[in-house]
T-cell receptor, first 113, second 114 residues
Framework: DVKVTQSSRYLVKRTGEKVFLECVQD?????MFWYRQDPGLGLRLIYF???????EKGDIPEGYSVSREKKERFSLILESASTNQTSMYLC????????????FGPGTRLTVL | GENVEQHPSTLSVQEGDSAVIKCTYS??????FPWYKQELGKGPQLIID?????GEKKDQRIAVTLNKTAKHFSLHITETQPEDSAVYFC?????????????FGKGTHLIIQP
């Protein structure tokens, strides 16, 4: 089974802190994604990556950056956390085939105080 | 960019009845439409998907229909069971090979009443 793990289930940070959210997948998938999930808004794509060191902006990239130094690991970075970044963050991965299934991690609930 | 609308936001049905969730999309170039189920405390999981060259797809009690002309697609669950209670998301994307970020609807909270 594909397993996507996220470094923390719950995280509390202060405004202005630099925050790293880590995601690791064990199925040698080419593609990795970061979404945020907010009540009443569904899931929104922040960034995605189709290869090591490659990244593409999604629908809401402002205030975020990403890093993919290894194929299995995709990091989401909040350079200076703000209260409006309090949310559930979901990582996903998929194989290189077009429109292949995205496998999601359990999510990290981030609270910025 | 793509915009996906999903209705209803909450759906309550009696156990054993059918449930229907509807989505519309805006980008006529979209050609892949997956449905995800999210249980409490878990990430979404794919339950069924359909591509634009197909009008209907079934998998046991679940079916999805697609009307490309009207740009809408629907999820049908028959003989609902308590374990069907969850949040369901539709999504759409344009496939061009490689990574395909999905545009999701806002979700439907399905409640199965015993």
């Amino acid at each position: 089974d594909v397993k996507v793990t996220q470094s923390s289930r719950y995280l509390v940070k202060r405004t202005g802190e630099k925050v790293f959210l880590e995601c690791v997948q064990d199925m040698d998938h080419e593609n990795m994604f970061w979404y945020r999930q907010d009540p009443g808004l569904g899931l929104r794509l922040i960034y995605f990556s189709y290869d090591v060191k490659m990244k593409e902006k999604g629908d809401i990239p402002e205030g975020y950056s990403v890093s993919r130094e290894k194929k299995e690991r995709f990091s989401l970075i909040l350079e200076s956390a703000s209260t409006n970044q309090t949310s559930m963050y979901l990582c996903a991965s998929s194989s290189g085939a077009a429109s292949s299934e995205q496998f999601f991690g359990p999510g990290t609930r981030l609270t910025v105080l | 960019g793509e915009n996906v609308e999903q209705h209803p936001s909450t759906l309550s049905v009696q156990e054993g009845d059918s449930a229907v969730i509807k989505c519309t999309y805006s980008d006529s170039a979209s050609n892949y439409f997956p449905w995800y189920k999210q249980e409490l405390g878990k990430g979404p999981q794919l339950i069924i998907d359909i591509r634009s060259n197909v009008g209907e797809k079934k998998d046991q009690r679940i079916a999805v229909t697609l009307n490309k002309t009207a740009k809408h697609f629907s999820l049908h669950i028959t003989e609902t069971q308590p374990e069907d209670s969850a949040v369901y998301f539709c999504a759409a994307t344009t496939t061009g090979g490689g990574a395909d970020g999905l545009t999701f609807g806002k979700g439907t909270h399905l409640i199965i009443q015993p």
